[in-house]
């Protein structure tokens, strides 16, 4: 049997991989998309993927309170290679359709992304539709910084 027939045979199938950092499962994400597979992720490495765990949690309990929200507004792919302890992700071209989730229009919410720039963006987002207390973080690496 071959490594290819142990994936199976069909290009689109979902495909998460994972190892220890993040590193060799990007390596191996590389591979298979390579070997034609189209619908593979790179799940990250391990501490990754308890913060993700981590954050989840968080993101179901802050949506129901009235606490300061930290919104990530990278993309799905992006926040699951790394976030900010605690934050919740709404990619910031799903954020219009999820203000749901952000709770009261005055809560105290930081956004951030990888730059700053879509976080700037989706500040005045928020603010065009009625949140008043929303601030933006700038980037991840800034955001830790200041941690």
Known sequence: MTRRAEFGENPDREIIVYCASGGRS???????????????????????????????SAATSKTVSNEPLIVDVR????????AYPGAVNIPLDELPNRINELGDKNRDITLYCASGARSAYGQQVLQQLGFSNVK?????????MRR
């Open 136 to 144: 933006n973080g700038g980037g991840l690496m800034h955001m830790m």
């Open 75 to 82: 993309s799905t792919g992006e926040f699951y290679g790394g």
């Open 26 to 56: 990007a390596y191996a994400q590389r591979m298979l998309m390579q070997m034609g597979y189209t619908n593979v992720t790179n799940g990250g490495g391990l501490s990754s993927m308890m913060a993700r765990r981590n954050t989840q």
